[in-house]
């Protein structure tokens, strides 16, 4: 029932207002949190992808493949190959700047750095669309839910000796 008198009907306006605007303020709120989240992860996956470019330089040719896959994780995904997983870069403002804070770490020229955003869906070798270990979903028991797709990375970097360094998160 709504209020009858007028000073009823302004209390009732006045928090209506009121949750209207908490709910504003959560809602960006969040999408500022989230926004901050992204920039941090997409910070740390380029300093450790600088430091394995750099553990690499400084170890034998023999022993890229294998420290690739040492340091590879489920959210980053780490090889060494003759070709770049990307062909070129794409264009765009954050690419941009992923790409300049990219060359800063490593002291490098930026001709040999790729950098490009794609969807974390995944294709099998038949087509099919799945997931990294998709495989590997039981935890303790449990059923995990599914990955949910999303903005992921991928970089490409030149090695000294001429492969590349290819992550992509």
Known sequence: TSPRSLHGQMIALVLIGLSIAQLLGFVLSRLQHRHAMEAHREEDTLARIASVVHLLADTPEAWHER?????????????????????????????????????????????????????????????HLSWPDASDQRIQGQWTPAPQPGPGLAVAVRLSDGHWLNAVS
């Open 67 to 127: 420290i690739s896959r040492a340091v590879s994780s489920r959210p980053l995904q780490l090889t060494v190959a003759p070709e770049p997983v990307l062909d070129t870069s794409t264009a765009s403002r954050p690419r941009t700047l992923l790409h300049r804070q990219l060359a800063t770490l490593l002291d490098t020229d930026s001709a040999d750095i790729r950098i490009s955003f794609h969807s974390k869906e995944i294709h099998d070798k038949h087509g």
